[in-house]
C-alpha cells in the first residue's frame, strides 16, 4: 500500500540544481543571489523580492525558454528515476514553483509530468518577446502562496500529500500536506531544515523512494 498517492515537487535547487532566476542574471547576478537567500531563508517576504528580481533581470522569451532547458541539464541526480518510479506505481507527480512557468513547464515535459499537474509562474510578453510583467494575482510570488495554492487544488490532490522542497515557502506549506521533506541536497537552509519533520540531505533525491513506495 502506498504510503502517499501524491508527491509535490519544488522545481529549483530540488529538482534541479539550478535557482532559475539567477540563472538568468547576468550584470545584476550577486544581488539576484542575495535577494533569494533573503526570501528562501525566511528573513524577507517573498514579495518582498519578487518583482524586484524580475525588474533587474527582465527576461525575454527566449532566455526563459532557455532556462528551461538549463533546468534539465542540471538535473539533481535521481531526479528522473524517483519521478519515473513514482509514476509507475501510481503517485500523482505534481511540480508546484514560484519559478517562471515556460521553464518550469518544459523540465516538466522532460520528467513526464502532465501540464495539468504544474503550477508556476506566469510571464507576460510583448509581440516581440522582450519581457513585460508577470502574473501579479498567482498565490506562488507571496509568502504563504504555496500553502494557499494546495489548499485551493485540494480536490484535485490525492491524500495522504507530501511536499518535497528546499526554502521557507515550502515549509510554509506545511500545514496543508500530510509530510514536508527538506531537501537539502543543493542548498541547505539552517530555518528550513531545523523545522521539517523530515530532511533528506541528498545529494540526490532516491532517498524519497522508501517514504513513498511499500517496503519490498
Same mark, same amino acid.
Request: glycine share 8%.
Given at each position: ?40 531563508? +525566511?528573513?524577507? /517576504?517573498?514579495?518582498?523580492?519578487? $518583482? !524586484?528580481? #524580475? ?6 522569451? &527566449? =532566455? %526563459? @525558454? ?32 514560484? +519559478?517562471?512557468? /515556460?521553464?518550469?513547464?518544459?523540465? $516538466? !515535459?522532460? #520528467? ?6 504544474? &503550477? =508556476? %509562474? @506566469? ?52 500545514? &496543508? ?40
Amino acid at each position: 500500500m502506498l504510503r502517499f498517492r501524491t508527491v509535490i515537487f519544488d522545481c529549483d535547487s530540488t529538482l534541479s540544481a539550478l535557482e532559475g532566476i539567477e540563472e538568468l542574471a547576468t550584470a545584476h547576478r550577486e544581488e539576484i543571489r542575495r535577494l533569494t537567500a533573503l526570501a528562501m531563508d +525566511g528573513a524577507l /517576504p517573498l514579495e518582498d523580492v519578487y $518583482a !524586484r528580481r #524580475l525588474e533587474l533581470v527582465r527576461p525575454d522569451r &527566449a =532566455a %526563459v @525558454e532557455h532556462l528551461g532547458a538549463r533546468y534539465i541539464e542540471r538535473l539533481v541526480p535521481g531526479a528522473e528515476r524517483v519521478v519515473r518510479e513514482l509514476q509507475r506505481a501510481g503517485v500523482a507527480v505534481w511540480i508546484v514553483s514560484s +519559478g517562471l512557468a /515556460p521553464a518550469v513547464r518544459r523540465l $516538466a !515535459r522532460h #520528467l513526464q509530468v502532465p501540464e495539468r499537474q504544474v &503550477a =508556476a %509562474v @506566469e510571464l507576460i510578453f510583448d509581440a516581440q518577446g522582450k519581457y513585460r510583467g508577470f502574473d501579479t494575482a498567482s498565490p506562488l510570488t507571496r509568502s504563504g502562496g504555496k500553502r494557499q495554492w494546495i489548499e485551493r487544488a485540494r480536490d484535485q490532490l490525492s491524500r495522504p500529500v507530501m511536499l518535497v522542497g528546499d526554502g521557507i515557502t515550502d515549509l510554509e506549506a506545511q500545514p &496543508a500536506v500530510d509530510l514536508f521533506v527538506a531537501f537539502a541536497g543543493v542548498v541547505r537552509r539552517p530555518p528550513v531544515v531545523s523545522r521539517a519533520p523530515v530532511v533528506l540531505d541528498g545529494p540526490g533525491l532516491e532517498g524519497l523512494l522508501p517514504l513513498v513506495l511499500p517496503a519490498a
